[in-house]
Protein backbone atom coordinates (compact mmCIF):
# COMPACT_ATOMS: atom_id res chain seq x y z
CA UNK A 1 0.00 0.00 0.00
CA UNK A 2 1.36 3.40 -1.39
CA UNK A 3 2.03 5.67 1.72
CA UNK A 4 3.58 8.42 0.44
CA UNK A 5 5.13 9.51 -2.76
CA UNK A 6 7.90 12.65 -3.70
CA UNK A 7 9.91 13.67 -6.06
CA UNK A 8 13.01 14.67 -6.42
CA UNK A 9 14.25 17.36 -8.59
CA UNK A 10 17.23 17.71 -10.66
CA UNK A 11 20.11 18.81 -9.35
CA UNK A 12 18.66 18.78 -5.72
CA UNK A 13 17.74 16.08 -2.98
CA UNK A 14 15.31 15.52 -0.97
CA UNK A 15 14.96 14.22 2.47
CA UNK A 16 12.39 11.48 3.98
CA UNK A 17 11.67 8.97 6.82
CA UNK A 18 11.07 5.21 5.90
CA UNK A 19 9.83 3.65 9.37
CA UNK A 20 10.81 0.17 9.99
CA UNK A 21 8.97 -2.91 8.70
CA UNK A 22 7.96 -0.29 4.91
CA UNK A 23 9.26 -0.79 1.41
CA UNK A 24 10.50 2.39 -0.48
CA UNK A 25 11.28 2.44 -4.28
CA UNK A 26 13.57 4.79 -5.91
CA UNK A 27 11.99 5.18 -9.69
CA UNK A 28 13.50 6.32 -12.71
CA UNK A 29 11.00 9.04 -14.16
CA UNK A 30 11.35 11.00 -17.59
CA UNK A 31 15.41 10.18 -18.80
CA UNK A 32 18.15 8.22 -17.68
CA UNK A 33 19.40 9.36 -14.13
CA UNK A 34 22.03 8.19 -11.31
CA UNK A 35 21.06 9.13 -7.75
CA UNK A 36 22.95 9.41 -4.55
CA UNK A 37 21.75 7.95 -1.52
CA UNK A 38 22.54 8.52 2.37
CA UNK A 39 20.77 6.35 5.47
CA UNK A 40 20.61 6.75 8.92
CA UNK A 41 19.45 5.58 11.73
CA UNK A 42 15.86 7.98 12.74
CA UNK A 43 16.69 8.22 16.08
CA UNK A 44 20.43 8.23 16.59
CA UNK A 45 22.05 10.45 12.99
CA UNK A 46 25.59 9.11 14.46
CA UNK A 47 24.36 5.28 12.84
CA UNK A 48 24.96 5.42 9.32
CA UNK A 49 25.34 3.68 6.07
CA UNK A 50 28.74 2.03 5.88
CA UNK A 51 29.61 2.03 2.13
CA UNK A 52 32.92 0.18 3.32
CA UNK A 53 32.04 -2.53 5.06
CA UNK A 54 28.80 -3.14 2.56
CA UNK A 55 31.22 -3.15 -0.65
CA UNK A 56 33.19 -5.91 1.60
CA UNK A 57 30.35 -8.18 2.40
CA UNK A 58 28.79 -7.91 -0.66
CA UNK A 59 30.92 -6.70 -3.36
CA UNK A 60 31.46 -3.33 -5.64
CA UNK A 61 28.04 -3.19 -6.86
CA UNK A 62 24.83 -4.38 -4.74
CA UNK A 63 21.34 -5.60 -6.17
CA UNK A 64 18.63 -8.02 -5.04
CA UNK A 65 19.39 -9.44 -1.83
CA UNK A 66 22.31 -7.32 -0.78
CA UNK A 67 21.67 -5.52 2.20
CA UNK A 68 23.13 -2.12 3.10
CA UNK A 69 25.05 -2.02 6.44
CA UNK A 70 25.53 0.44 9.15
CA UNK A 71 28.55 2.11 10.97
CA UNK A 72 30.41 0.33 14.04
CA UNK A 73 29.99 0.16 16.49
CA UNK A 74 26.18 -0.93 15.97
CA UNK A 75 27.04 -2.75 12.37
CA UNK A 76 23.40 -3.96 11.90
CA UNK A 77 21.42 -4.29 8.25
CA UNK A 78 19.90 -1.09 7.47
CA UNK A 79 17.72 -2.37 4.65
CA UNK A 80 17.35 -4.99 2.00
CA UNK A 81 17.20 -4.48 -1.41
CA UNK A 82 13.83 -6.58 -2.37
CA UNK A 83 13.53 -5.79 -6.02
CA UNK A 84 16.03 -4.18 -8.68
CA UNK A 85 14.72 -4.42 -12.54
CA UNK A 86 18.18 -3.47 -13.04
CA UNK A 87 19.72 -7.02 -12.23
CA UNK A 88 19.49 -8.30 -15.73
CA UNK A 89 22.51 -6.09 -15.98
CA UNK A 90 25.03 -7.65 -14.15
CA UNK A 91 28.52 -7.43 -15.74
CA UNK A 92 29.26 -5.92 -19.08
CA UNK A 93 32.37 -6.22 -21.39
CA UNK A 94 34.04 -3.48 -19.91
CA UNK A 95 33.77 -4.76 -16.33
CA UNK A 96 30.86 -2.75 -15.39
CA UNK A 97 27.92 -2.85 -13.33
CA UNK A 98 25.13 -0.66 -11.70
CA UNK A 99 24.34 0.41 -8.07
CA UNK A 100 28.05 1.13 -6.99
CA UNK A 101 29.40 1.46 -3.30
CA UNK A 102 32.94 2.16 -4.62
CA UNK A 103 32.44 6.47 -5.45
CA UNK A 104 31.66 8.50 -2.57
CA UNK A 105 29.73 11.69 -3.93
CA UNK A 106 30.22 14.32 -6.20
CA UNK A 107 31.51 17.35 -3.90
CA UNK A 108 32.46 21.13 -4.20
CA UNK A 109 35.62 20.74 -2.77
CA UNK A 110 37.14 17.70 -4.73
CA UNK A 111 35.98 19.75 -7.84
CA UNK A 112 37.68 22.92 -6.84
CA UNK A 113 40.69 20.93 -6.63
CA UNK A 114 40.26 19.29 -9.60
CA UNK A 115 38.90 22.34 -12.12
CA UNK A 116 39.48 25.25 -10.23
CA UNK A 117 35.33 25.74 -10.35
CA UNK A 118 33.25 26.32 -7.95
CA UNK A 119 30.00 24.27 -8.43
CA UNK A 120 27.03 24.61 -5.97
CA UNK A 121 24.56 21.28 -7.13
CA UNK A 122 27.07 18.83 -6.51
CA UNK A 123 25.31 15.54 -4.73
CA UNK A 124 27.17 16.48 -1.47
CA UNK A 125 25.81 19.85 -1.21
CA UNK A 126 22.14 18.71 -2.10
CA UNK A 127 22.54 16.15 0.67
CA UNK A 128 23.13 19.04 2.97
CA UNK A 129 20.66 21.11 2.01
CA UNK A 130 18.48 18.21 2.14
CA UNK A 131 19.03 16.90 5.62
CA UNK A 132 19.60 20.75 6.67
CA UNK A 133 16.18 21.75 5.87
CA UNK A 134 14.35 17.82 6.83
CA UNK A 135 15.75 18.17 10.45
CA UNK A 136 15.48 22.34 10.66
CA UNK A 137 18.88 22.52 11.37
CA UNK A 138 21.40 24.93 10.37
CA UNK A 139 23.76 23.79 7.07
CA UNK A 140 26.80 23.28 8.91
CA UNK A 141 25.87 20.90 11.07
CA UNK A 142 24.32 18.95 8.84
CA UNK A 143 27.39 18.66 6.26
CA UNK A 144 29.19 16.37 8.88
CA UNK A 145 26.16 13.98 8.75
CA UNK A 146 26.94 13.58 5.05
CA UNK A 147 28.49 10.43 4.27
CA UNK A 148 29.59 8.00 0.76
CA UNK A 149 26.48 6.88 -1.11
CA UNK A 150 25.49 4.13 -2.73
CA UNK A 151 25.65 4.77 -6.48
CA UNK A 152 21.86 3.88 -7.31
CA UNK A 153 21.82 3.02 -10.63
CA UNK A 154 25.05 4.41 -11.75
CA UNK A 155 26.86 2.37 -13.84
CA UNK A 156 31.09 1.90 -13.05
CA UNK A 157 33.54 -0.50 -12.69
CA UNK A 158 37.60 -0.29 -12.37
CA UNK A 159 39.78 0.01 -15.62
CA UNK A 160 41.54 -3.59 -16.30
CA UNK A 161 45.20 -1.80 -16.98
CA UNK A 162 45.73 0.36 -13.99
CA UNK A 163 42.28 -0.75 -11.94
CA UNK A 164 40.77 2.82 -11.91
CA UNK A 165 37.49 3.99 -10.91
CA UNK A 166 35.44 4.69 -14.38
CA UNK A 167 32.12 5.60 -15.13
CA UNK A 168 29.76 5.53 -17.82
CA UNK A 169 26.17 6.27 -19.07
CA UNK A 170 23.71 4.20 -16.75
CA UNK A 171 21.29 1.91 -18.36
CA UNK A 172 18.22 3.06 -16.06
CA UNK A 173 15.49 3.79 -18.18
CA UNK A 174 11.90 5.23 -17.81
CA UNK A 175 9.98 3.22 -15.38
CA UNK A 176 13.22 1.17 -13.61
CA UNK A 177 13.27 1.11 -10.26
CA UNK A 178 15.43 -0.40 -6.92
CA UNK A 179 13.31 -1.26 -3.97
CA UNK A 180 14.37 -1.87 -0.49
CA UNK A 181 13.20 -2.64 2.60
CA UNK A 182 13.08 -0.66 6.02
CA UNK A 183 15.49 -2.92 8.28
CA UNK A 184 15.28 -0.32 11.26
CA UNK A 185 13.70 3.17 11.28
CA UNK A 186 15.16 5.45 8.51
CA UNK A 187 16.01 8.89 7.53
CA UNK A 188 17.30 8.92 4.18
CA UNK A 189 18.11 11.29 1.70
CA UNK A 190 18.41 11.30 -1.90
CA UNK A 191 19.99 13.23 -4.60
CA UNK A 192 19.79 13.28 -8.22
CA UNK A 193 23.17 13.55 -9.50
CA UNK A 194 24.16 16.64 -11.84
CA UNK A 195 25.75 13.98 -13.84
CA UNK A 196 22.01 12.79 -14.64
CA UNK A 197 23.46 9.45 -16.51
CA UNK A 198 27.11 10.02 -15.62
CA UNK A 199 28.85 9.46 -18.77
CA UNK A 200 30.20 13.08 -18.49
CA UNK A 201 30.68 15.99 -15.91
CA UNK A 202 29.41 15.87 -12.99
CA UNK A 203 29.85 19.17 -11.42
CA UNK A 204 28.00 21.37 -13.89
CA UNK A 205 24.73 22.50 -15.46
CA UNK A 206 26.06 20.41 -18.98
CA UNK A 207 24.44 16.81 -18.58
CA UNK A 208 20.85 16.63 -18.83
CA UNK A 209 18.97 16.07 -15.58
CA UNK A 210 15.79 14.36 -14.80
CA UNK A 211 13.92 14.09 -11.70
CA UNK A 212 13.93 11.00 -9.64
CA UNK A 213 10.50 9.64 -7.71
CA UNK A 214 10.62 8.07 -4.34
CA UNK A 215 7.50 5.80 -2.94
CA UNK A 216 7.30 4.74 0.59
CA UNK A 217 4.76 1.22 0.75
CA UNK A 218 3.39 -0.47 3.62
CA UNK A 219 3.17 -3.47 4.36
CA UNK A 220 -0.15 -4.68 5.59
CA UNK A 221 -0.31 -5.92 9.76
CA UNK A 222 -0.07 -9.80 8.91
CA UNK A 223 2.12 -10.14 6.08
CA UNK A 224 5.45 -9.41 7.66
CA UNK A 225 5.31 -12.44 10.16
CA UNK A 226 8.08 -12.73 12.60
CA UNK A 227 10.32 -10.16 11.53
CA UNK A 228 11.32 -7.68 13.91
CA UNK A 229 13.60 -4.56 13.37
CA UNK A 230 17.32 -5.15 13.24
CA UNK A 231 19.23 -5.12 16.36
CA UNK A 232 22.52 -3.79 17.20
CA UNK A 233 25.60 -5.84 16.72
CA UNK A 234 26.38 -8.02 20.21
CA UNK A 235 30.04 -7.67 20.78
CA UNK A 236 30.49 -6.72 24.36
CA UNK A 237 32.90 -3.49 23.02
CA UNK A 238 35.28 -4.22 25.89
CA UNK A 239 37.85 -4.20 23.12
CA UNK A 240 40.67 -5.76 25.41
CA UNK A 241 40.30 -3.10 28.39
CA UNK A 242 39.45 -5.87 30.60
CA UNK A 243 42.10 -7.98 29.87
CA UNK A 244 43.85 -9.29 33.08
CA UNK A 245 48.06 -8.53 32.88
ZN1 LIG B 1 26.55 13.34 -7.89
Not at 84 to 100: N, P, Q, R, S
Not at 186 to 192: D, E, I, T
Request: net charge negative; charged share 20%.
Amino acid sequence: MKELELTVPPRDARAFVVPAGHFFRIVSVEGSQVGDLNLWNLHDLSERFFSGKTRAFHGTHVSTGSRLWSTLPNLRAMATITQDTLDWYGWDEDGAGVHDVIGTRCDPYTNLLLHGLEYHWCCHSNLKRALAAKLNIPLSEAEPHVHDVLNVFMCTGFTRDTHQYFMKASPVRPGDFIEFFAEMDLLAALSACPGGDCSASHSSDAAPCHPLKVEIHRCPEDSLGGWRPARVNGYSRSHGTERVK
